[in-house]
């Protein structure tokens, strides 16, 4: 089976990656990490996510109610990389852009989830955009986790509670999601790898295991869906097999 993706000029086929091997994705700087699913061209060592590569050209985001905002494959900025308004960081691969407001968003911070749960704190943190003309705000706030001070102009995570005044980078709210890592799924996925990776291993562990984790943990929560939409389908299978030979 082979694809066509907009940001390359060959033929894409989808594989799963080796044991063993790594491959830099060109949606994403996060690494293609075995057994998940990757879109190759192997004769430009051109690569893909799987997500990375499925993901929509266009989407609507809350942040941007305003304009579609795009899939554009590299920056069209000069310097050849483009600052996340999301994150605040630098990226030079797929961005989720509007050139008409110049908003530039990582793949992976246009598809934040807009509610966490954070083992730092007791109540749900939820996605805070802030909007354009907030920058007229003085009180250097700095993040409830890293203590490191939070830009008012970049997204955070807050508690809906006012007296916790909990504020916290994205990143660090969703240390399993590490800018570079997309996520899609839903806040429950989060949830899952947070309490997992929580208890066992605490601050010491690196960025680089932690992306792979997730990564894995999603791959086989995936697994396990197809599993039992395979399991599905053989017993309709089997009960009409059954029913054919009663008649
Ligand atoms: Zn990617
Ligand atoms: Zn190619
Ligand atoms: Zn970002
Ligand atoms: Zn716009
Ligand atoms: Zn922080
Ligand atoms: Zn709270």
Redesign the pocket.
């Known amino acids: 089976m082979e694809y066509k993706h907009f940001s390359h000029e060959h033929h894409l086929t989808l594989s799963k990656v080796q044991e063993g091997h790594h491959h830099q994705c060109h949606g994403c700087p996060a690494l293609c990490h075995p057994p998940s699913s990757i879109f190759a061209c192997w004769k430009c060592n051109f690569f893909l996510h799987e997500h990375c590569g499925n993901a929509n050209r266009f989407i609507k985001h809350p942040a941007h109610p305003e304009h579609p905002i795009i899939l554009t494959p590299t920056p069209t900025y000069c310097s050849g990389s483009f600052i996340c308004n999301a994150c605040g960081s630098p990226g030079n691969s797929f961005s989720y852009s509007c050139a008409l407001c110049e908003l530039d968003l990582h793949v992976n911070c246009a598809f934040l989830p807009l509610k966490v749960t954070q083992k730092a704190h007791e109540h749900d943190l939820y996605l805070y955009i802030p909007s354009p003309d907030s920058s007229q705000e003085t009180t250097k706030e700095v993040?409830k986790?890293?203590?490191?001070e939070?830009s008012p102009k970049l997204w955070s995570f807050i508690c809906a509670k006012a007296e916790c005044g909990f504020r916290?980078?994205t990143?660090?709210a969703t240390n399993e999601v590490k800018p570079g890592q997309y996520i899609d799924d839903g806040p429950e996925v989060i949830d899952q790898t947070s309490s997992n990776s929580a208890k066992s291993q605490p601050e010491v562990e690196t960025n680089q295991t932690q992306t792979g984790f997730t990564m894995d943990q999603l791959n086989e929560i995936e697994q396990l869906r197809l599993q039992m939409q395979m399991s599905n389908q053989l017993a309709q299978m089997m009960a009409s097999f059954n029913l054919a030979n009663l008649v």
């Open positions: 993040c986790i890293c203590a490191k939070l916290v980078h990143c660090c």
